[in-house]
């Protein structure tokens, strides 16, 4: 029997014509966002384990008055400068703003105070291509939290109660700053809080746009140093009259 | 009959601002327009602040008018805060700018080296001078 080939062009799977292919987010560019401010003692470390994990980095230096900004370009990264501190939410929206206007599919956004893994960074993509989401949540209370306060966990319990009465979002996890998103996903934030007030203004634009999102296990490592940088019981307070004061200003 | 026309005229521009807010923020422009129209009620009607306040468990209506002016005042503190607030959300977006901009300038002007030696854009300074 001769043997026969088959062209090529047949040798595809057929997609009928009124069958809608369904929409995979390319995820073949992913910009990780790393907002910063006087992170100079960490910021080399960080960016280096972003980069040797394959990813692209830009640092959004948040009007640092040490080397951050040169250490971050010297470790590899593109570094995009605040002239003044605008806050954390702000330095985020930067990188949201500035990623996919340089060609990114997937933001990740990512700590500069070295407690998040890059290794989790490929966990996040894979949620959302596995779920086919917009958003791909980091949440340290499916993944692990080590060395967590014990005051720092039950004021993340509160606060997830709150965005999930306030969200209707069903999350694990809130104020966690390892989140991945597609462009599509990215063009629908526009944060207006400077402040640590973001995180949930985030989950909030989140459940506006009705876009699908997944939460992801993910490692968080606390420190000394970032426990000294991270938010206090008084920061909770602040975070509430900010997003109040935010609705009021709508 | 002085004094409720002198204390009118004040009254009517707070109303006036009051109005003008309801486009930039609408609870707190209607508050203000609404505690404020009480005021002017209370000026001109006294026995009227009268009635509410004991209503109200206030013991006499200049309690209540002097409860309504500190709501007045609160209000427009707020009102206040929330501008400098749309002040800041506009500093914000004009530095995001210049940092986009000022990297985005840096990649355009960069030598054969790969780096730049564009360090300012319109007299801000993109990176530290080290």
Known sequence: MAATTVPAHVARPLVPVFETPAIQPSLDRVVVAVPALNEAPYISRVVADVIHAGFECVVIDDGSTDETSAIARRAGASVVRHSITLGQGGALQTGIDWAPARGADVIVTFDADGQHRAADIAALLQGLRSQDADFALGSRFLGAAVNMPRLRRFLLRGAIWFTRFETGMNVTDTHNGLRAMTRRGAMTLALRQNGMAHASEILHEIARSQLTWVEVPVTIDYSAETLAKGQSGLDFVAILVDLLMGRLAR | ?130
């Open chain 2, 1 to 130: 009959m002085i004094g409720p026309l002198v204390l009118t005229i004040p009254m009517v521009a707070i109303l006036g601002y009051g109005i003008l807010e309801v486009k930039r923020s609408r609870p707190v422009g209607i508050a203000i327009s609404l505690l404020t129209i009480a005021a002017l009620a209370f000026l001109w009607f006294p026995e009227l602040a009268s009635t509410i306040a004991v209503a109200l468990g206030l013991s006499t209506g200049d309690d209540l008018v002097i409860v309504a002016w500190v709501g007045l005042v609160t209000l427009i503190t707020l009102n206040l805060h929330l501008r400098l607030r749309q002040q800041t959300e506009m500093v914000t977006r004009l530095t995001r700018q210049i940092a986009i901009a000022g990297r985005q300038a840096q990649q355009d002007l960069a030598g054969p080296d790969g780096i730049s030696r564009l360090n300012t854009v319109a007299g801000v300074e993109l990176l530290p001078r080290s």
